[in-house]
């Protein structure tokens, strides 16, 4: 986002194919580790469910950090290149 | 700016990811509301359960022949004596209703009078009956036959006619069921009664209209072609209590069920106008009927798994003349599987499960049928276990990989892997043991659990 005196400029970058797709496998991912979870539980496998359960936080964790880091903008890698 | 191809596609990917999204939403909540009606599965068409002309480890040798059916609590005695030298089953039995007292007015976890009696109360049914009287009667109990009823037997193609059996099996408490043509090789020679000092009666199969069960015989009519294999799947959680009188509970009811679905399913085909003879453990060996119907493959336990619930069931089966269409074995990697794990055999605790990579033809004792490839067991440590033990044991059952309950997707996803794909089979089982499966759980906190955890069968 940049500013000027009267006006902001909002860019809405477009993300690339392949990054959608990283998306979605680690949504599915992230479903598949929490029904699990769930499931574990319910059959009474508490360290299935604790593992589970961790592996699908540290999967959470890290696709938001992938998601929302800034990402450099053309002019940035121009300027640093 | 952002195109309108572009802006499209993010959309249409947007919109498939939620509706992914909604769906595995909707599935989570789903696994997380209390379980419903009881459980009855329907064996779907599966890519890494497939259909083959043979049972995986079929083969025999020539001097493959039908078992002498002499039951393991027969032989126990003579066992002990070759054995050991001394001792009988009887003293054995004495020694440990003794220390069972001692238990219970201990109140020892597992074994308390509340502990015992639940088995106690779903051995009834089991324990009530036996081969060819009362619920397992070799002829018609109570049901009126189509003539009585002013009508002629029921007919139709052999599909519809196994569909019609295999739903009534379903209705009465069927988890799988299966249809083979009868092989008289798996049918045993003899049939021992309660006393062991009583004489076995002879297996015959002869040329009769309806099936006898005389002073000295039990006769099969030859017309029966086809039989009918039930697997009886066992509370799992209640199972994982063992070895204790408390688990020992999963067994017994196992077993009155198999009694209760297989009486009920041969009064319903003596009611269609065809004869059927019920029968649990005893007159036919279960695991190659049922490896021939296709409900499971045979394993390092020397017993049957399932793809659905693994080695915690109880067979039962039903022999008749009804016509029906016949099942095929299956192949969903147990073999290969059993070849690498070998969680049963370090988790016995009588070391009676063999070790070897490969199954061969080599048996251990008398109870161990010859001529046919397995990884035989040692029945004798493992009745001996019972015996110290004070309970039937069952700890091979829970500890195997393929024991599972129902709630988690990813046992169906780690099972097709293992059918699949072979080669990853150590990974999988190494998995299995970091995850914590198979572990005895507190027999104490069964009568306190949430009703609904793991619970199958």
């Known amino acids: 986002m940049s500013e000027s005196a009267e006006s902001f400029t909002i860019t809405i970058r477009k993300r690339p194919w392949w990054g959608w797709t990283v998306a979605g496998l680690w949504l599915l991912a992230e479903l598949l580790f929490v029904q699990t979870a769930v499931g574990s539980m319910r059959e009474g496998e508490g360290r299935a469910a604790m593992i589970s359960w961790i592996v699908a936080a540290v999967l959470l964790a890290a696709g938001l950090v992938a998601w ?3 990402q450099r903008t053309h002019k940035q890698a121009n300027a640093q290149s | 700016m952002i195109g309108k191809s572009n802006r499209t596609g993010r959309r249409a990917f947007l919109k498939g990811g939620g509706l992914v999204a909604a769906g595995g939403a909707l599935s989570s909540i789903g696994a997380l509301m209390p379980a419903g009606k009881p459980e009855v599965r329907e064996r779907k068409h599966t890519l890494w359960i497939r259909s083959v002309d043979r049972p995986t480890l079929s083969e025999t040798t020539p001097n493959y022949t039908r078992f002498s059916g002499r039951n393991m609590f027969a ?4 066992l002990k004596a070759q054995h050991d030298g001394e001792g009988s089953l009887e003293a054995e039995q004495k020694s440990a209703e003794k220390r069972s007292a001692q238990e219970m007015n201990e109140r020892k976890p597992g074994f308390t009078l509340a502990d015992r009696q639940l088995g106690s109360g779903a051995w009834t049914l089991m324990h009530n009956t036996k081969p060819g009287v009362g619920l397992l009667s070799w002829t018609r109990i109570s049901v009126r036959t189509p003539t ?7 007919s139709a193609p052999p599909e519809e006619m196994a569909n019609l059996v295999k739903s009534a099996a379903r209705l009465y408490g069927a988890g799988l069921v299966g249809i083979s043509p009868m092989k008289e090789a798996y049918v045993n020679l ?3 009664g309660d006393d062991p000092h009583e004489p076995a009666k002879d297996v ?3 040329e009769v209209d309806v099936p006898a069960v005389t002073e000295t015989q039990h006769v099969i009519p030859k017309k029966m072609k086809w039989v009918v294999t039930i697997a009886i799947p ?4 209640l199972l994982s209590r063992t070895p204790t009188t408390l688990g020992e509970a999963a067994t017994a009811l196992g077993y009155s069920r198999s009694v209760f679905v297989v009486a009920s399913l ?4 003596r009611g269609l106008g065809y004869e059927a003879i019920p029968m649990v453990n005893d007159t036919a060996q279960s695991v190659p009927f049922a490896m021939e119907a296709g409900i499971g493959e045979l394993s390092r336990l020397n017993k049957l798994v399932t793809p659905e619930f693994g080695p915690a069931v109880r067979l039962c089966k039903v022999f008749t003349d009804m016509p029906m269409a016949c099942d095929k074995p299956i192949d ?12 049963c055999a370090e988790a016995c605790p009588s070391h009676a499960l063999s070790f070897d990579d490969e199954p061969s033809f080599k048996t251990v004792g008398v109870w161990n049928n010859p001529g046919h490839k397995a990884w035989f067991e040692d029945s004798y440590k493992c009745l001996q276990y019972w015996q110290k033990s004070g309970t039937s044991c069952a700890v091979c059952l829970t500890s195997c990989p393929y024991t599972k309950g129902d709630q988690a997707w990813i046992h169906e996803g780690v099972k097709a892997v293992a059918s699949i794909a072979p080669a990853v089979d150590p990974i999988l089982k190494t998995m299995d043991d970091a995850f914590g499966y198979g572990k005895e759980r507190a027999p104490e906190e069964w009568w306190t659990k949430d009703g609904s955890s793991g619970r199958r069968g």
């Open chain 1, 68 to 70: 929302l880091r800034p």
């Open chain 2, 75 to 78: 032989l126990y005695p003579e």
């Open chain 2, 148 to 154: 009585e009823l002013g009508t002629q037997r029921h």
């Open chain 2, 190 to 192: 003899k049939q021992p």
């Open chain 2, 204 to 206: 015959v199969f002869a």
């Open chain 2, 234 to 237: 066992m509370d799992i959680d």
């Open chain 2, 266 to 269: 041969a009064e319903f085909i």
């Open chain 2, 332 to 343: 969903f990697g147990v073999v290969d599987f059993c070849k690498h794990c070998k969680k």
